[in-house]
């Protein structure tokens, strides 16, 4: 069969290029190598991080976009998706991090925020507990999304829409064509006028033979899930997004549908082959995160 675009790969990117390609009148096919919510890439789990407090200036404008994106499928699938609780990053004095490129990158987008001492934090949050030279960023913005409930709502879209979206399809192959791209998967052969590659991870397993790459480190992320004593304390009303902007960086949110809070360390994790991830806990990674939370979060 002929298709207008086929995309490749359908985690979170995948699901909203075929949802919109979909929703713009194109003709879509898109493939996925392992079941639908599968947990091998990156877009599995209850919670992100949707916030606007980045370090770049470009970054902070596709921020806007992302907020407006947000909403769109919040209206366009009836579902709710963002929860909105603010977001404290608290940079401690001589971070790795400067918190300067924050204030910068906000500024340069007429982005507001507070700066907070340590003991503002702490009377604003009495679950944080941080070290008296930290200095904060709040953004009243910051939100929670639900990662597998947003990416399968985009799929159930992408479908209404008139996509035809296929699992446990691996691309083995993209070749150009005459009059576009040819598609090759163990049971069929497809062509389109256009390919979109959102394969993450594996990207260069399909770009390597077409005499590309792009230069990717792919890391082993480990998020831990913490049980609070009083649960009530850490809700999204009353405890924020957070993020330990330093060498280590940790990130953590508020209990999200369940009575634990997760946290993790960003950017954080070994080395490792996307196709043959174990999927085993470091207990370095895990002993650094738990010694930072008995500290700054007690309880
Ligand atoms: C622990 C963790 C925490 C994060 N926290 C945040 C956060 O708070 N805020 C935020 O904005 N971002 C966060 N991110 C980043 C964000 O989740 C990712 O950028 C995003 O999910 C990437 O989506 P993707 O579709 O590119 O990749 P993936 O979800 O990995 O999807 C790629 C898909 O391609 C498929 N695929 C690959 N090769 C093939 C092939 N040959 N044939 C068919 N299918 C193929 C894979 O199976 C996979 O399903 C976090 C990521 C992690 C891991």
Known sequence: RSFDVIVVGLGGLGSATAWHLARSGRRV?????????????ASHDTSRILRHSY??????????????????????????????????????????????????????????????????????????????DVTALYQERTSIV??????????????????????????????QSA???????????????????????????????LGTTIPLTVLDQQVTYFEPDDPAGFAPEVFPVWIWLDDPSFFGFPCYGEATVKAGEDCGGPEVDPGSRAGTTDPAMLERLSAFMAERFPG
Do not use: K
Not at 29 to 40: I, N, P, S, V
Not at 159 to 167: F, I, R
């Open 55 to 132: 370090h770049r200036p470009d970054y902070v404008r596709l921020t806007r976009h992302a907020y407006a994106d947000w909403s769109d499928l919040e209206r366009e699938s009836g579902e709710r998706l963002v929860t909105r609780t603010g977001g404290v990053d608290l940079c401690p004095e001589g971070s790795a991090i400067p918190l300067d490129d924050y204030t910068r990158s906000l500024d340069a987008e007429n982005i507001p925020y507070e700066l907070l001492t340590a003991a503002d934090v702490a009377e604003r949050w009495p679950r944080i507990s941080p070290p008296p």
């Open 146 to 175: 639900p990662a597998a409930q947003s990416v399968a709502a985009m799929q159930r879209l992408a479908g209404v829409h008139g996509a035809t979206l296929t699992d446990r399809t691996p691309v083995l192959s993209v070749r």
């Open 29 to 41: 096919l898109g493939l996925e190598q392992f079941a639908f919510g599968h947990d091998r890439g």
């Open 179 to 209: 009059d576009g791209v040819e598609v090759i998967t163990p049971h069929a052969r497809y062509s389109a006028g256009q390919v979109v590659l959102c394969t993450d991870a594996w990207a260069n397993t399909l770009l390597e033979p």
